[in-house]
């Protein structure tokens, strides 16, 4: 005679089953952790002291400054490149498509560094750069080595590298905003570039400003490569002061100690956005869902 069970009661509390294989493993990776971080710090090869002395140095906040600044300005530009780059990828001209693909395949294929040489050795290319009317001569010419500094050599290789990954993630943000709102803006008499402007765009940034905070945070680390060119970086500081002083590991713990501090910093900025914006979006479906509630219980 078959078993009969008794049958489990609707609202019986649901046990999650305790994995020792995901416990047995994390307090592996944690003695792990602590090995290593007991290692490095109990090392003495690693020269505290000197440590100490350089983390606060004028000269290593002066790199700080300068990476900080360059993240910045780079992020803005690749944003406002990107914005331009992916309305031309949504485009229904076939041609301003197709230069958008084409900035796409060149800068995401050439790697980061090489970029970064190209524009600091473009004197080697163009020695002059002149603004001119086709067949009117010249009107301004510059030495391409006065205008190509470190600094805006970095400059234009990180924001226009950037600009090819930020236009994707505006992309993403344009396609997020449901059609019918722009087509609602359309009756309305908005124009398409007041449609864009009011309606579209702030959507899209709800979207896309999360993932541009994570590049934000990748664009402080790949700062890092400035140093080939001598960008006055962080990196460019500490290794123009272990070429004097031969404090190689400790010189580095500094960089490694600001990267974390700045990385951190804007670790918390992005949370602290993305909390917001969530909260915003929870507020607004709310406030839909009873606008749609009231509407109904009007038309009963």
């Not at 305790?18 to 020269?47: F, R, Y």
């Amino acid at each position: 005679m078959a078993e009969v069970r008794a049958p489990i009661p609707l609202d019986a509390a649901v046990r999650p089953r305790k994995s020792v294989g995901a416990w047995t493993l994390g307090i592996v990776l944690l003695a792990v952790t602590g090995v290593v971080a007991t290692t490095v710090v109990t090392s003495p090869n690693v020269e505290w002291p000197v440590v100490r002395e350089y983390v606060l140095s004028g000269q290593v906040l002066d790199g700080v400054w300068v990476t900080i600044e360059l993240s910045i300005l780079a992020m803005l530009l690749g944003v406002v490149l990107g914005l331009v780059i992916a309305l031309l990828r949504v485009s229904d001209n076939l041609i301003l498509r197709t230069i958008a693909l084409a900035y796409l395949w060149v800068f995401r294929s050439v790697p980061l560094l090489v970029q970064l040489l190209i524009w600091f050795n473009l004197a080697l290319l163009f020695p002059v750069i002149s603004l001119g009317l086709p067949g009117g001569g010249s009107l301004a010419s510059w030495q391409t080595n006065s205008l190509m500094t470190p600094f805006v050599a970095a400059l234009l290789g990180l924001g226009l590298h950037e600009a090819a990954y930020a236009s994707e993630i505006v992309r993403a943000g344009l396609d997020g905003v449901p059609k019918g709102q722009v087509e609602a803006a359309r009756v309305l008499g908005l124009s398409p570039a007041n449609s864009l402007l009011y309606v579209v765009l702030p959507q899209a940034a709800r979207i896309a400003i999360p993932p541009l905070g994570n590049q934000f945070i990748g664009m402080l680390k790949s700062s890092s490569l400035v140093a080939f060119i001598a960008g006055n970086d962080l990196l460019t500081v500490v290794q123009n002061i272990y070429s004097r002083n031969y404090q190689i590991i400790p010189l580095l713990m500094v960089a490694s100690i600001w990267y974390a501090v700045v990385t951190t910093v804007a670790s918390l900025g992005q949370g602290w956005i993305e909390r917001r914006l969530s909260q915003r979006r929870g507020t607004r479906t709310r406030r839909d869902a009873m606008g749609g509630l009231l509407t109904s219980r009007e038309s009963v």
